[in-house]
Nanobody
Framework: QGQLVESGGGLVQAGGSLRLSCAAS????????MGWVRQAPGKEREVVGA????????RYADSVKGRFTIFRDNAKNTVYLQMNSLKPEDTAVYYC???????????????????WGQGTQVTVSS
């Protein structure tokens, strides 16, 4: 069984930046597409960024385009989410997730992801 462990969350003021990391262990996720999925209280889960196994294709939710960047280092079995210009509405628990299907584009649906981390809290104050 594989494990995904997120880190890097915390409290930040609006306009600030955070970088989330997701380290994989127990299984190699190099061949998996990866996504960052967030869930705010009372809201549905939202895939905010996703990347193919090779890193050659990414996609973002409209709400974060131009502010968030997903990237990966397969040698380290780690995927990252760089979050800039943070807004209070970005406050949520952020989950790292892995999709073991080969797709031409990474999926924007939370239901495509098979493995999940435990989540890390991001809070943006106004």
């Amino acid at each position: 069984q594989g494990q995904l462990v997120e880190s890097g969350g915390g409290l930040v003021q609006a306009g600030g930046s955070l970088r989330l990391s997701c380290a994989a262990s127990g299984r190699t996720f190099r061949n998996y597409a990866m996504g960052w999925v967030r869930q705010a209280p009372g809201k549905e889960r939202e895939v905010v960024g996703a990347i193919t196994w090779s890193g050659d294709s990414t996609r973002y939710a409209d709400s974060v385009k131009g502010r968030f960047t997903i990237f990966r280092d397969n040698a380290k079995n780690t995927v990252y989410l760089q979050m800039n210009s943070l807004k209070p509405e970005d406050t949520a628990v952020y989950y790292c997730a892995a999709d073991n299907m080969k797709r031409p584009l990474p999926s924007a649906s939370q239901y495509a992801y098979d493995y999940w981390g435990q989540g890390t809290q991001v809070t943006v104050s106004s």
